[in-house]
């Protein structure tokens, strides 16, 4: 909105500030001064950004009064003042059918009237506004709503047809407004009519047949006030926000009509006319009662002084100081048995309550005048739940090398019902912002994928990656009753992200392995479905992804993308992806570190060289190990594993199993070696091993 | 001296024995190789040739002089020679000693040298994400201040939303935030309707609901809205919340907590000041803006020139949003109690503290711009 200093200033003729001082006080009181522009002999342009609940301020006047309110200085009343009118046959005939949604309504006649452009200050400071000058008529009912904020209305009342009626719109009744447009009425929208069509949208914009033409001889003034919800719906539902739509709808005040209606007939008739009769004004008791003569409320300066504390001036906001800023807005103040009784301008319909008070004397006192103090708290300090646990994953992750990022919390439908843990449980958006963000994820893997394919079209080749974040499901029965929300972790890599070598299922399994490690569980172990078997997610590769069980619960699910949903990505590598339930994960208890006795004894080593069936898996041979049950065996690894070769049978491979052996009593002896070692190979060929030379 | 190079002794008194050796000893640290194998390393060839010299059994210098002397030398005059002689030949082995020691093993050494220079290999560290990171740094701030952290739902209601945020249903104020819906609500009353939470806010009400007074809570969290995406503006976007309730919390006491953040988070010579404004759910209401970070407050481009930057929103708790908690807990009568709340972009401060020009970035999985954080 904009606002000219001199408009201003001609309501509080005694400012003695420059208007970047008078901008930056505005400003400090929350009437906010965006940008000032220097008009020369003109004084200034102010660039404002008005709060939603200060629709009072949203005009000269308004800021005017503000002004005046913050140096203290009188305000000039709005010059309504008219020629005397001629008598009319009758008073305009005026009825208002819905009283609660129209709380007054206005109307004057004018006869004779010179249609025209504007001169004179209309003319100017249309200008310097870089407002649209119309014709004397329409502008007129513009610049009282620059002026002060009253929006009004002045038809060509020859196309009107025996009166004004107030009235809801009849079901399909159609209205043309002023914008051209042919709209179809809703029974909620209220209209000002004539008895036998609607003629505007009350509050809202007026109507094609009645506008003011340059034929328009005789005008009917109307200054009105409606109901703000009436005129937020009709607004809406027909998708058009006006001037008037934005203040009605913010309450205006229920004591601006006489005074607009006045001040716009005023600006017309200078042109030519005259005024035939009285002012009609049909007032609604019940919405006075509502507005203008709402019941005062109490307020206790004790209060100020509880809510807003102490001020850099020892003696704090007296109860004269509060009472001045109060009246300096339109209050008026009385003697009450707890205080005092306050009784609000009609203007301020936001203040309703003795704290809107309050705020409006902290905000004219000065925010930056109260001290900066510091509570003190007895209360104790709680960590969530699972903040240990979170941090325990997102540390272990970047010290592998994994780097973190956000995805959006959107996916597409295709992507939906692929990556959802149940089926049929991702959640629709009502009004996506567009089609591929048209469901809540259902898991993160989605998001995985487009990031690591979005640095692959960048050539960034080598990508480890991982997000932290929420999944959603639901049911779309009875319209989502619920939304689920779980804690889920997506990771992904490609390339040579995570050593010198292509990422493979071993990268990927070994940083399950460290994640997992940092959990308490008593037992984790990884095992993946046949393809046929449904039961393994199908964006998965089935040859080379697996499942992570935590206490027999699947926690994930990692592998290698399935080709073919790697091709309908397009992505020109391969991609090795994993999903952790952390809903499930963060069940178990993080691994508190518990130091085991360090042998003081010289560990043995032995390596053996196997040629085992291709059928024989690690885990078999290591549970075959594991039987022979002999606790010096402090732990082995599989050194080297081949397969192909000149010096590899067909349908077997070969295995380097290095074993260590350990005692805590004793040093252990050559013979005890060798029998456990023949132990070790017994085991081997028992898996249909053989040893190797 | 004699021909044979052995050089005579005057007699075999302890001063005579002396003296010889003293004009051994001279002779010894003329040898070139002798002096160079203390500094700059000498060829393996030339230190063989210096061993052989002096110590070697059949040519060796030490082994002629001993033998002749010792020959001719009187019974009791063979210990102190003896004894002189081996002082000398231990001095003579340990410069040999030090020379395998660093001399020799310094030339093999030489050869095995690399290029400094070249760049070292690096392994990958994975990068927290700056939001997260600022997130921590904010969140750590209140925790030091005796908050404790609270999170809630992304997917709301209506009513913790909205409604009782003091936004009543209709109300002008919700059209500032453009909301993303969940599908098929419309049969649900207005309260009970999924949306995406548009603000971090309605876990305030959600703690009271919970907790008895007093509360001091910081809230981190994820919220969207129908906002199309541009350079500032993203429909995800990160807040942190926070809400400090107790009896006797004063709007003095929100500005000294804010401050003292403020300049927590962006050094001790920052300063605030607060502007009237308005939320729904506070009254008194502020904007708060920081005095600039990078240029002081002298002016800058960060700062558009005006040396304030705004960061967040903040004010005293409505005691309408109180009367809705009340219906849960009745500890919270606003006659009794008070409190403030406040709240602020996350990426917006990430942004700004990083020099990041476009939010897109953040939500873009883009290594070129994640690995800068590592």
């Given at each position: 909105?904009?606002?000219?200093?001199?408009w201003?200033?001609?309501?509080v003729?005694?400012?003695?500030?420059?208007?970047?001082?008078?901008?930056?006080?505005?400003?400090?009181?929350?009437?906010a001064?965006?940008?000032?522009?220097?008009?020369g002999?003109?004084?200034?342009?102010?660039?404002?950004?008005?709060?939603?609940?200060?629709?009072?301020?949203?005009?000269?006047?308004?800021?005017?009064r503000?002004?005046?309110?913050?140096?203290?200085?009188?305000?000039?009343?709005?010059?309504?003042?008219?020629?005397?009118?001629?008598?009319?046959a009758?008073?305009?005939?005026?009825?208002?059918?819905?009283?609660?949604?129209?709380?007054?309504?206005?109307?004057?006649?004018?006869?004779?009237?010179r249609?025209?452009?504007?001169?004179?200050?209309?003319?100017?400071?249309?200008?310097?506004?870089?407002?649209?000058p119309?014709?004397?008529?329409?502008?007129?009912?513009?610049?009282?709503?620059?002026?002060?904020?009253?929006p009004?209305?002045?038809?060509?009342?020859?196309?009107?047809?025996?009166?004004?009626?107030?009235?809801?719109?009849?079901?399909?009744?159609?209205?043309?407004t002023?914008?051209?447009?042919?709209?179809?009425?809703?029974?909620?929208?209220?209209?000002?009519?004539?008895?036998?069509?609607?003629?505007?949208?009350?509050?809202?914009?007026?109507?094609?047949?009645?506008m003011?033409?340059?034929?328009?001889?005789?005008?009917?003034?109307?200054?009105?006030?409606?109901d703000?919800?009436?005129?937020?719906?009709?607004?809406?539902?027909?998708?058009?926000?006006?001037?008037?739509?934005?203040?009605?709808?913010?309450?205006?005040?229920?004591?601006?009509?006489?005074?607009?209606?006045?001040?716009?007939?005023?600006?017309?008739?200078?042109?030519?006319?005259?005024?035939?009769?009285?002012?009609?004004?049909?007032?609604?008791?019940?919405?006075?009662?509502?507005?203008?003569?709402?019941?005062?409320?109490?307020?206790?300066?004790?209060?100020?002084?509880?809510?807003?504390?102490?001020?850099?001036?020892?003696?704090?906001?007296?109860?004269?100081?509060?009472?001045?800023i109060?009246?300096g807005?339109g209050?008026?103040?009385?003697?009450?048995?707890?205080g005092?009784?306050?009784?609000?301008?009609?203007?301020?319909?936001d203040?309703?309550?003795?704290?809107?008070?309050?705020?409006?004397?902290?905000?004219?006192?000065?925010?930056?005048?109260?001290?900066?103090?510091?509570?003190?708290?007895?209360?104790?300090?709680?960590?969530?739940?699972?903040?240990?646990?979170?941090?325990?994953?997102?540390?272990?992750l970047?010290?592998?090398?994994?780097?973190?990022?956000?995805?959006?919390s959107?996916?597409?439908?295709?992507?939906?019902?692929?990556?959802?843990?149940?089926?049929?449980?991702?959640?629709?958006?009502?009004?996506?912002?567009?089609?591929?963000?048209?469901?809540?994820?259902?898991?993160?893997?989605?998001?995985?994928?487009?990031?690591?394919?979005?640095?692959?079209?960048?050539?960034?080749?080598d990508?480890?990656?991982?997000?932290?974040?929420?999944?959603?499901?639901?049911?779309?029965?009875?319209?989502?009753?619920?939304?689920?929300?779980?804690?889920?972790?997506?990771?992904?890599?490609?390339?040579?992200?995570?050593?010198?070598?292509?990422?493979?299922?071993?990268?990927?399994?070994?940083?399950?392995?460290?994640?997992?490690?940092?959990?308490?569980?008593?037992?984790?172990?990884?095992?993946?479905?046949?393809?046929?078997?449904?039961?393994?997610?199908?964006?998965?590769?089935?040859?080379?992804?697996?499942?992570?069980?935590v206490d027999?619960?699947?926690?994930?699910?990692?592998?290698?993308?399935?080709?073919?949903?790697?091709?309908?990505?397009k992505?020109?590598?391969?991609?090795?992806?994993?999903?952790?339930?952390?809903?499930?994960?963060?069940?178990?208890?993080?691994?508190?570190?518990a130091v085991?006795?360090?042998?003081r004894f010289?560990?043995?080593?032995?390596?053996?060289?196997?040629?085992?069936?291709?059928?024989?898996?690690?885990?078999?041979?290591?549970?075959a190990?594991?039987?022979?049950?002999?606790?010096?065996?402090?732990?082995?690894?599989?050194?080297?594993?081949?397969?192909?070769?000149?010096?590899?049978?067909?349908?077997?491979?070969?295995?380097?199993?290095g074993?260590?052996?350990?005692?805590?009593?004793?040093?252990?002896r050559?013979?005890?070696?060798?029998?456990?070692?023949?132990?070790?190979?017994?085991?081997?060929?028992?898996?249909?091993?053989?040893?190797?030379? | 001296?004699?021909?044979?190079?052995?050089?005579?002794?005057?007699?075999?008194?302890?001063?005579?024995?002396?003296?010889?050796?003293?004009?051994?000893?001279?002779?010894?640290?003329?040898?070139?190789?002798?002096?160079?194998?203390?500094?700059?390393?000498?060829?393996?060839?030339?230190?063989?040739?210096?061993?052989?010299?002096?110590?070697?059994?059949?040519?060796?210098?030490?082994?002629?002089?001993?033998?002749?002397?010792?020959?001719?030398?009187?019974?009791?005059?063979?210990?102190?020679?003896?004894?002189?002689?081996?002082?000398?030949?231990?001095?003579?082995?340990?410069r040999?000693?030090?020379?395998a020691?660093?001399?020799?093993?310094?030339?093999?050494?030489?050869?095995?040298?690399?290029?400094?220079?070249?760049?070292?290999?690096?392994?990958?560290?994975?990068?927290?994400?700056?939001?997260?990171?600022?997130?921590?740094e904010?969140?750590?701030?209140?925790?030091?201040?005796?908050?404790?952290?609270?999170?809630?739902?992304?997917?709301?209601?209506?009513?913790?939303?909205?409604?009782?945020?003091?936004?009543?249903?209709?109300?002008?104020?919700?059209?500032t935030?453009?909301?993303l819906?969940?599908?098929g609500?419309?049969?649900?009353p207005?309260?009970?309707?999924?949306?995406?939470?548009?603000?971090?806010?309605?876990?305030?009400?959600?703690?009271?609901?919970?907790?008895?007074?007093?509360?001091?809570?910081?809230?981190?969290?994820?919220v969207?809205?129908?906002?199309?995406?541009?350079?500032?503006h993203?429909?995800?976007?990160?807040?942190?919340?926070?809400?400090?309730?107790?009896?006797?919390?004063?709007?003095?006491?929100?500005?000294?907590?804010?401050?003292?953040?403020?300049?927590?988070?962006?050094?001790?010579?920052?300063?605030?000041?607060?502007?009237?404004?308005?939320?729904?759910?506070?009254e008194?209401?502020?904007?708060?803006?920081i005095?600039c970070?990078?240029?002081?407050?002298?002016?800058?481009?960060?700062?558009?020139?005006?040396?304030?930057?705004?960061?967040?929103?903040?004010?005293?708790?409505?005691?309408?949003?109180?009367?809705?908690?009340?219906?849960?807990?009745?500890?919270?009568?606003?006659?009794?109690?008070?409190?403030?709340?406040?709240?602020?972009?996350?990426?917006?401060?990430?942004?700004?503290?990083?020099?990041?020009?476009?939010?897109?970035?953040?939500?873009?999985?883009?290594?070129?711009?994640?690995?800068?954080?590592?």
């Amino acid at each position: 909105m904009r606002i000219l200093s001199n408009w201003i200033r001609e309501y509080v003729p005694g400012i003695a500030v420059s208007d970047r001082e008078l901008a930056d006080d505005l400003t400090l009181r929350g009437i906010a001064v965006e940008g000032v522009f220097d008009l020369g002999a003109h004084g200034s342009l102010f660039e404002m950004d008005i709060t939603t609940n200060r629709v009072d301020a949203m005009n000269h006047y308004g800021i005017a009064r503000e002004a005046a309110t913050i140096y203290g200085l009188p305000l000039k009343a709005v010059d309504a003042s008219l020629p005397p009118a001629r008598t009319g046959a009758r008073p305009y005939p005026v009825r208002i059918e819905e009283p609660k949604l129209c709380g007054r309504f206005t109307a004057r006649v004018l006869r004779d009237v010179r249609i025209a452009p504007s001169t004179g200050i209309v003319a100017e400071r249309f200008r310097l506004l870089e407002q649209k000058p119309i014709a004397n008529a329409v502008d007129a009912t513009n610049y009282v709503t620059l002026a002060m904020g009253h929006p009004t209305h002045a038809f060509d009342l020859d196309k009107v047809e025996g009166g004004i009626v107030v009235r809801r719109a009849r079901k399909g009744e159609k209205l043309k407004t002023l914008d051209g447009v042919e709209r179809t009425l809703d029974p909620d929208d209220l209209v000002v009519a004539d008895e036998k069509k609607a003629l505007a949208l009350a509050g809202v914009i007026g109507g094609w047949d009645t506008m003011i033409t340059p034929e328009t001889k005789n005008v009917l003034v109307e200054a009105a006030w409606f109901d703000p919800g009436t005129v937020r719906r009709a607004s809406k539902r027909h998708l058009v926000h006006t001037d008037a739509s934005h203040r009605f709808e913010r309450g205006a005040d229920f004591n601006a009509p006489p005074v607009a209606n006045a001040l716009v007939s005023r600006i017309i008739l200078e042109s030519g006319g005259w005024i035939e009769g009285d002012l009609v004004d049909v007032v609604a008791p019940e919405a006075e009662a509502r507005t203008a003569k709402r019941a005062s409320i109490g307020f206790r300066v004790s209060e100020v002084q509880r809510i807003l504390g102490p001020t850099d001036d020892e003696q704090g906001i007296t109860a004269a100081a509060a009472e001045s800023i109060l009246t300096g807005l339109g209050c008026d103040l009385s003697s009450a048995s707890d205080g005092q009784a306050v009784t609000l301008p009609s203007w301020r319909l936001d203040l309703e309550r003795e704290i809107d008070l309050i705020e409006e004397i902290a905000r004219v006192y000065g925010y930056n005048r109260f001290r900066n103090t510091l509570p003190p708290f007895a209360g104790s300090v709680v960590e969530l739940p699972w903040a240990e646990k979170e941090a325990a994953v997102r540390g272990t992750l970047l010290a592998l090398g994994f780097t973190e990022a956000i995805s959006s919390s959107f996916c597409g439908a295709e992507d939906a019902a692929l990556f959802a843990r149940e089926p049929g449980s991702a959640v629709a958006i009502g009004n996506p912002l567009s089609e591929e963000a048209g469901m809540l994820r259902p898991s993160l893997v989605p998001g995985m994928l487009e990031m690591l394919a979005l640095n692959l079209s960048r050539d960034v080749d080598d990508a480890a990656l991982f997000e932290l974040g929420t999944a959603f499901s639901g049911s779309p029965e009875n319209g989502y009753a619920r939304v689920e929300e779980r804690p889920a972790l997506a990771v992904g890599a490609t390339g040579q992200a995570l050593g010198s070598g292509d990422v493979d299922f071993s990268d990927m399994k070994g940083a399950m392995e460290a994640l997992l490690g940092r959990f308490a569980a008593r037992s984790v172990y990884f095992d993946r479905f046949p393809a046929a078997s449904g039961l393994m997610p199908a964006w998965l590769h089935p040859g080379r992804s697996a499942r992570a069980a935590v206490d027999g619960a699947t926690v994930a699910w990692f592998g290698q993308l399935h080709p073919a949903e790697a091709e309908r990505r397009k992505l020109k590598q391969t991609v090795w992806v994993g999903e952790v339930w952390l809903d499930r994960l963060y069940k178990q208890d993080p691994r508190q570190p518990a130091v085991r006795e360090l042998s003081r004894f010289q560990a043995v080593r032995r390596d053996f060289s196997v040629l085992l069936p291709e059928r024989v898996t690690y885990a078999a041979l290591s549970s075959a190990v594991d039987a022979l049950a002999i606790p010096e065996i402090q732990g082995y690894a599989a050194k080297e594993v081949l397969r192909g070769g000149r010096q590899i049978p067909e349908g077997q491979y070969s295995l380097l199993l290095g074993v260590v052996f350990q005692s805590h009593e004793r040093t252990l002896r050559e013979e005890e070696v060798q029998q456990w070692s023949r132990e070790v190979v017994g085991a081997l060929e028992g898996m249909g091993g053989k040893l190797r030379g | 001296m004699q021909d044979d190079g052995i050089p005579a002794l005057k007699g075999w008194s302890e001063a005579e024995l002396d003296a010889a050796f003293a004009a051994l000893r001279s002779e010894l640290e003329k040898d070139d190789v002798f002096v160079a194998l203390r500094g700059s390393p000498k060829s393996s060839e030339e230190i063989e040739e210096f061993r052989l010299r002096w110590l070697g059994r059949k040519q060796g210098r030490l082994k002629a002089i001993s033998d002749a002397w010792l020959k001719a030398a009187p019974a009791d005059a063979k210990k102190p020679l003896g004894q002189r002689f081996n002082t000398l030949k231990a001095l003579i082995e340990a410069r040999l000693e030090s020379a395998a020691g660093s001399g020799m093993a310094a030339i093999a050494l030489d050869a095995e040298a690399i290029d400094i220079t070249l760049p070292g290999r690096r392994r990958k560290l994975g990068a927290e994400h700056p939001l997260i990171r600022t997130q921590h740094e904010i969140v750590g701030i209140f925790q030091r201040m005796g908050y404790s952290v609270g999170v809630g739902p992304e997917v709301e209601t209506d009513y913790y939303n909205f409604e009782s945020l003091n936004f009543p249903p209709g109300h002008p104020a919700r059209d500032t935030q453009d909301t993303l819906v969940v599908a098929g609500q419309e049969r649900k009353p207005l309260r009970e309707r999924l949306l995406m939470r548009t603000h971090t806010s309605p876990v305030q009400i959600r703690t009271m609901e919970r907790q008895a007074p007093p509360v001091r809570i910081v809230i981190p969290g994820k919220v969207h809205r129908n906002d199309a995406a541009d350079a500032t503006h993203s429909p995800i976007f990160h807040q942190v919340e926070g809400l400090c309730v107790d009896v006797g919390i004063t709007f003095a006491d929100l500005k000294g907590t804010l401050d003292h953040a403020m300049k927590e988070l962006f050094g001790s010579s920052v300063r605030t000041r607060f502007f009237p404004s308005f939320f729904p759910f506070t009254e008194p209401s502020a904007d708060v803006q920081i005095s600039c970070p990078f240029c002081g407050g002298a002016g800058c481009r960060k700062c558009k020139q005006s040396g304030w930057i705004e960061l967040l929103g903040c004010g005293m708790v409505d005691p309408a949003v109180f009367g809705f908690v009340q219906q849960k807990q009745p500890g919270y009568d606003p006659e009794k109690i008070s409190g403030f709340a406040f709240g602020m972009g996350v990426d917006r401060i990430a942004m700004m503290k990083y020099g990041i020009g476009e939010i897109g970035l953040l939500y873009s999985g883009d290594l070129r711009f994640l690995e800068q954080f590592a």
